[in-house]
């Protein structure tokens, strides 16, 4: 015959099953979720940027990150100097773990920081990721990557955006974040990752991620197809839509010029 442990008795053993149901459906509830809407984006011939809107949830009293972060790659750049007085191409500089797009959000307006370990997302992060090699000594490498931050910063292709998410207060269990994503003109087509992550007493809590992809559609996605198929129709078609602008243009002008 079977019988409970002494000191419980059956009446306990479900009040601590009931217990442990409801502390595990709170934690469930309170774990970070992400949604992006839409999560598919269409670069054709006008695109001059979009902007997606981000849902997440996260625990009470948490501050909350998001990353937008393309695939990495290694990017090739001519390094410039005087020779003779004149300025010319000096050595080519490779940067290595290069994403193609890294847009950070927080709800607060410093950027979050963990206690006793590294900050994981912002610019002193991703200078941790990056690496330079070619024509550059170990010396230089901070002042290349301030140069190569400015520059993608200049294109938007790299933003940090502290303050930008908003976080409503706790409603059963946790609270909703809401922000807006910018994308840049010249975001490359590519499938993203979107990481919210939550802060609490300078704790990491559990992280969570969806998926962004932007495509070509239209007349440049036919033109994509042609440099990566057919590179000698592709050169061909570059020219003849130069020449045609490059006349089109001189027309307008001509015109005003006239009048």
Same mark, same amino acid.
Do not use: C
């Given at each position: 015959?079977?019988?409970?442990?002494?000191?419980?008795?059956?009446?306990?053993?479900?009040?601590?099953?009931?217990?442990?149901?409801?502390?595990?459906?709170?934690?469930?509830?309170?774990?970070?979720?992400?949604?992006?809407?839409?999560?598919?984006?269409?670069?054709?011939? %006008?695109? !001059?940027?979009?902007?997606? *809107?981000?849902?997440?949830? @996260?625990? /009470? &009293?948490?501050?909350? =990150?998001?990353?937008?972060?393309?695939?990495?790659?290694?990017?090739?750049?001519?390094?410039?100097?005087?020779?003779?007085?004149?300025?010319?191409?000096?050595?080519?500089?490779?940067?290595?773990?290069?994403?193609?797009?890294?847009?950070?959000?927080?709800?607060?307006?410093?950027?979050?920081?963990?206690?006793?370990?590294?900050?994981?997302?912002?610019?002193?992060?991703?200078?941790?990721?990056?690496?330079?090699?070619?024509?550059?000594?170990?010396?230089?490498?901070?002042?290349?990557?301030?140069? %190569?931050? !400015?520059?993608?910063?200049? *294109?938007?292709?790299?933003? @940090?955006? /502290? &303050?930008?998410?908003? =976080?409503?207060?706790?409603?059963?269990?946790?609270?909703?974040?809401?922000?807006?994503?910018?994308?840049?003109?010249?975001?490359?087509?590519?499938?993203?990752?979107?990481?919210?992550?939550?802060?609490?007493?300078?704790?990491?809590?559990?992280?969570?991620?969806?998926?962004?992809?932007?495509?070509?559609?239209?007349?440049?996605?036919?033109?994509?197809?042609?440099?990566?198929?057919?590179?000698?129709?592709?050169?061909?078609?570059?020219?003849?839509?130069?020449?045609?602008?490059?006349?089109?243009?001189?027309?307008?002008?001509?015109?005003?010029?006239?009048?």
């Amino acid at each position: 015959m079977l019988r409970p442990s002494s000191g419980w008795g059956w009446p306990g053993v479900v009040l601590v099953f009931v217990l442990a149901l409801g502390l595990s459906g709170r934690a469930v509830a309170a774990a970070p979720e992400v949604r992006i809407i839409p999560n598919e984006v269409e670069i054709g011939s %006008f695109f !001059e940027g979009a902007q997606v *809107e981000l849902q997440g949830t @996260i625990p /009470p &009293g948490a501050a909350a =990150v998001v990353e937008v972060l393309g695939s990495t790659a290694t990017e090739e750049l001519l390094r410039k100097g005087r020779r003779g007085g004149l300025w010319m191409s000096v050595g080519e500089i490779r940067v290595h773990n290069v994403p193609s797009l890294y847009l950070m959000e927080s709800s607060s307006p410093e950027i979050p920081v963990l206690t006793g370990k590294e900050t994981p997302w912002g610019f002193a992060a991703l200078q941790r990721e990056v690496k330079f090699s070619g024509s550059i000594e170990a010396g230089e490498q901070a002042k290349f990557f301030q140069d %190569f931050l !400015e520059l993608k910063k200049h *294109e938007q292709i790299y933003r @940090i955006l /502290p &303050g930008s998410l908003k =976080v409503s207060a706790a409603q059963e269990g946790v609270s909703a974040v809401r922000g807006i994503i910018p994308l840049p003109a010249k975001v490359p087509p590519g499938k993203y990752q979107v990481r919210l992550s939550a802060i609490q007493d300078g704790r990491l809590l559990p992280q969570k991620e969806a998926r962004l992809e932007v495509r070509m559609v239209g007349f440049p996605a036919m033109l994509a197809d042609l440099a990566h198929q057919q590179g000698a129709l592709y050169g061909i078609l570059a020219v003849v839509i130069a020449i045609v602008t490059g006349f089109v243009m001189g027309l307008l002008f001509k015109g005003k010029a006239e009048h």
